[in-house]
Every structure is written in structure tokens, then in C-alpha cells.
């Protein structure tokens, strides 16, 4: 039986973890800045990388594990490259930074690439596809992930050697449709998930886990903590396998950060690094049949038939926005687990609140 949820206000929880935060000693701007960012991802569904997070935030402040008084180093800023190295900084901040001066020089010259490296966890990779449409740009993310043991086994694999490593690509809205928006790990299903479904006491998917000995398991126990036990498959076999290890490469590699590999040094934490393109699709043709083709597809795409009536075809983001209107409304649900785990934080960092 699954554990009972509650039904959070979206503007309290946000001030909730914006408190933790600052309690913990991160600056109020970034911590107003991850509070939201972690806020967003409970009401866009993805509760994997919502404020569940700040406990573990929490460990990562006291820990050293996160830079609090970090200064960000340009490596590299012509007409069309940005190359940032974050000092162990907060993600979500960093993040939004690189995605706004990257699409001013995409805007500008047509395209751009950019890359963030040393950069403590970045959350929702999705929520810099949407900055990015919103700004009317094309955007393609890749992340890896460092300072943590790996956690998917390749393909063919029986112990872990990656990260979930997530690819996402957004692309603007057009007049009748909204934003594309792909977003996922390369794993079956992401850590946060696994962690999710053991506070709730909850199976999870056949396929997506193996245990210490390399067999296949549905039981997310292994995974609970923080001394992982077992390994998340990837996505698709061969396919997720080699998207992960594409990600090592461009976000790691080319990113500066390093890769999972055991000679980058492995301190408890996350730490990742980011490749990412920007694309102004103005710069590659007629704009309006753009938007008329995307809107075709769309249509037909969408056309099809569903297998089951209940569940038809969605537009990629649509998932995301309509769980968004209506935990907007009814609040954002959170087991009773996580809700103690955010309540002890704050009591050791001294904070009154309680959820």
C-alpha cells in the first residue's frame, strides 16, 4: 500500500525551501533562485527533482559540497561560444545565466554553443529548453554528472558506470501551438523516481532496475539512500547506453568538468556539467511555413488513433503543462516521507517552519 500524500501551496512551499536555503548559508538570490527551480519542477510533475531535493541540498551546503561564495569563470565568449566554469556553484542560477547570454548571441548570429562546467546540481534540464523557447530559440541540452558513484549500468553491463545523464530539446510555440518539449534521462527512469517510489512504498517498473548481484528487481529499496545498492538500466538497451555515453563526451569532455570516470574526483556530491546548442530558427529559412509545417505535424502526429481512448497522443510538454494548471489549483502533492525528511532539515538548520 502506497504511503498517504498531502497537498502543498506552491508559494509556500517555495518560501519553505527559500528559507532551508538560506539557512544553510546560500545566498538569498540563489536561494530564491533554486527554491523556484525546484518549486517549478513539483508543479510541472517531475516531484523526482522538486524540493525533495533540499535535504540532500542541505548535506551538500554542510558538507562543502556546494560553493556558496562562488565567482564564475569565463573560459571562452566569442560571437557564437560560451564557455563557463562555475566554481562549484548552485546550478539553477548558473543555468539561467549561461541560457540568457547564449540566446542573445543565437539571436544575433543565428546560432550559438555553450557549456557550464563545475556547476552543483542543474535540476529540470526541461526548464532551460522552455527559457530558450521562450525566447523563440531552438535548444538542445546534454548533462553528465560527477562528484556522485554512478548510478546506470551500461547496456550489457551488471554495475553501474553512469549517470542518468538526461538529453532535452525545446523548440518555440507557434501561434496555435505551444512549446515542444523533450526531456528525459537516459536511464529507464530517473534516481529521483527510485527514491520516490521507496518513500511511497511502491514497486517500480519491470526492466528499469538491476540489484548488487546484476538481476533484475522492481523492489526500489537498494536505492532509498545514499549508499546505492544495485544500478538503473538505461533507456531502450543500446540506445539510452549510447546517449549517456555521448553525454560524458559532450558535456563532460567538451565541457570541461570531467567525466564519471574514477579519476574525477567523487566527494558525495552532484556535480554536473552542461553542453548546449541554441538555434534561431529564423536564420534557417521562412519563418511563418516553419510554423504552419510544425503545426502539420503536430496535427498529424496527433491524429492517430490511441490504443486506449483514455490516453491519446500528446504533444511533447503538454504533459507537463496541464499537470502544472492543475497542481497550480489543488496544490502539489508530497508523501508523508519526504515531508519529514524537509521538516528535519529544517530543524537542523535551525529553522522554526515547519510543512
Known amino acids: 500500500m502506497s504511503a498517504p500524500e498531502h497537498r502543498l501551496n506552491p508559494t509556500d512551499l517555495k518560501a519553505f525551501c527559500t528559507t532551508l536555503l538560506c539557512a544553510g548559508g546560500a545566498r538569498p538570490d540563489d536561494a530564491a533562485c533554486v527554491a523556484a527551480h525546484l518549486v517549478d519542477a513539483n508543479l510541472k510533475g517531475h516531484d523526482s527533482h522538486g524540493a525533495g531535493l533540499v535535504p540532500a541540498y542541505a548535506r551538500h551546503m554542510k558538507r562543502g559540497l556546494v560553493n556558496l561564495e562562488a565567482s564564475e569563470q569565463v573560459l571562452a565568449n566569442t560571437s557564437v561560444i560560451l564557455r563557463i566554469n562555475a566554481d562549484g556553484g548552485w546550478g539553477a542560477p548558473a543555468g539561467r545565466r549561461l541560457v540568457e547570454r547564449a540566446c542573445v548571441k543565437a539571436s544575433e548570429h543565428g546560432l550559438a554553443a555553450a557549456t557550464l562546467g563545475h556547476v552543483h546540481h542543474l535540476g529540470r534540464i526541461g526548464a532551460y529548453a522552455e527559457q530558450a523557447a521562450a525566447a523563440g530559440l531552438v535548444s538542445l541540452h546534454f548533462v553528465n554528472v560527477t562528484d556522485h558513484a554512478p548510478l546506470v549500468a551500461p547496456y550489457r553491463g551488471s554495475d553501474a558506470r ?105 566527494k558525495g556530491g552532484i556535480t554536473n556539467g552542461l553542453f548546449s546548442i541554441f538555434i534561431d530558427p529564423a536564420a534557417f529559412g521562412d519563418t511563418d511555413w516553419m510554423k504552419a509545417e510544425t503545426d502539420a505535424m503536430a496535427r498529424y502526429a496527433l491524429a492517430s488513433p490511441p490504443m486506449d481512448w483514455d490516453s491519446p497522443v500528446l504533444y511533447p510538454g503538454d504533459p507537463e503543462r496541464a499537470i502544472a494548471g492543475k497542481r497550480a489549483k489543488e496544490g502539489i502533492p508530497m508523501d508523508e516521507v519526504t515531508i519529514r525528511q524537509l521538516n528535519k532539515a529544517a530543524e537542523e538548520l535551525g529553522v522554526v517552519e515547519r510543512l
Open 162 to 266: 553512469f549517470g542518468t545523464n538526461p538529453v532535452c530539446i525545446g523548440y518555440p510555440a507557434t501561434p496555435s501551438r505551444p512549446a515542444f518539449l523533450l526531456d528525459m534521462a537516459t536511464s529507464q527512469i530517473a534516481l529521483g523516481k527510485v527514491r520516490l517510489a521507496a518513500n511511497r512504498g511502491v514497486a517500480v517498473p519491470s526492466g528499469s532496475l538491476i540489484d548488487k548481484r546484476g538481476m533484475p528487481t522492481t523492489d526500489p529499496g537498494g536505492m532509498a539512500g545514499f549508499e546505492l545498492e544495485g544500478a538503473l538500466t538505461p533507456l531502450g538497451k543500446h540506445k539510452g547506453y549510447g546517449l549517456a555515453f555521448a553525454c560524458e563526451l559532450l558535456a563532460g569532455v567538451l565541457g570541461g568538468g570531467g567525466t564519471i570516470q574514477p579519476g574525477t574526483t567523487r
